[in-house]
């Protein structure tokens, strides 16, 4: 990695806007009759994935006016542009929107830093839970709640017994079914969004199987938090880490998420 700096003055800028963005969601969350429109690959939108978005851009093009953004809100950069970015902004202003119109909280702001194909930064903020989860890679990760900030590092931590699977609150699909079989014993969770990855970083999950199609933005803070905190996020099958704007399109390849201890030691 070469010609950035990252500090954690600089990530603070970003919780704050997390923040400020969480409070533009929290708004739109408040209403009763909830405007929700559908997109081009039917996936939901509301006017809460909108304000988080104007709160985001609006706040990095004041803070890193030289860094590019790419939001699920704004995603309409071509390759030709995209593939001379070196390092740029990714987020999701609201990851879960599903989870948003049901009203369970399990939601998140994503902002994430790329750094040629790594995330290298991240902070996922979850307004109605009160977390703030961020990490910089090889500086730590850190979760902010109920005004209290603890380090997470799960570096060292051993798999639990049985291990415990986070998967998304859908149906399990048939390759999660298999990858399943191959574990043998474990417990499973379900939580909504990016908090998948969050709870691995906490100790409270031992791995998390996507044998799915996620977006580039649904995974990109999450993974720097979690690898911030010790953990892997890689390609499945194999063990290529998870990479950035490789490609044309932005859709991730199958990947699991875990601690460094469900992985073979090298």
Not at 4 to 29: H, N, P, R, W
Not at 205 to 217: F, I, K
Request: proline letters at 5%; aromatic letters at 8%; one cysteine or more.
């Amino acid at each position: 990695m070469s010609n950035i700096v990252f500090s954690k003055t600089d990530l603070q800028l970003i919780v704050t806007l997390a923040k400020q963005a969480g409070e533009a969601i929290m708004q739109v969350y408040a209403q009763t009759d909830l405007q929700i429109e559908v997109k081009q690959d039917d996936s939901p939108v509301t006017a809460a994935d909108i304000a988080s978005h104007n709160v985001i851009a609006a706040g990095l093009k004041q803070h890193f006016a030289d860094i590019p953004v790419m939001s699920e809100e704004a995603a309409d950069i071509s390759w030709t542009e995209r593939q001379t970015w070196q390092t740029y902004w990714l987020i999701d202003p609201l990851d879960g929107t599903k989870e948003f119109i049901k009203r369970n909280g399990e939601f998140t702001v994503n902002i994430a830093l790329i750094h040629q194909g790594q995330a290298i930064a991240g902070v996922v903020y979850a307004p109605v839970l009160d977390k703030c989860y961020s990490g910089i890679v090889g500086q730590g990760a850190w979760l902010e709640h109920n005004g209290l900030i603890a380090t997470l590092d799960i570096r060292n931590r051993e798999l639990q017994s049985p291990p415990i699977v986070v998967g998304s609150r859908s149906h399990i699909s048939p390759d999660v079914a298999a990858y399943l079989q191959t574990i043998g014993e474990h417990k499973m969770l379900s939580v909504g969004s990016s908090l998948k990855f969050c709870m691995i970083a906490e100790g409270q999950a031992d791995v998390y199987p996507r044998l799915g199609l996620t977006s580039e933005w649904d995974t990109a803070a999450a993974q720097a938090v979690l690898e911030s905190a010790g953990g892997q996020v890689v390609e499945y099958p194999g063990l290529t880490p998870l990479q950035y704007n490789q490609k044309e399109n932005i859709l991730n390849p199958y990947f699991i998420a875990a601690s460094s201890a469900w992985f073979p030691r090298k």
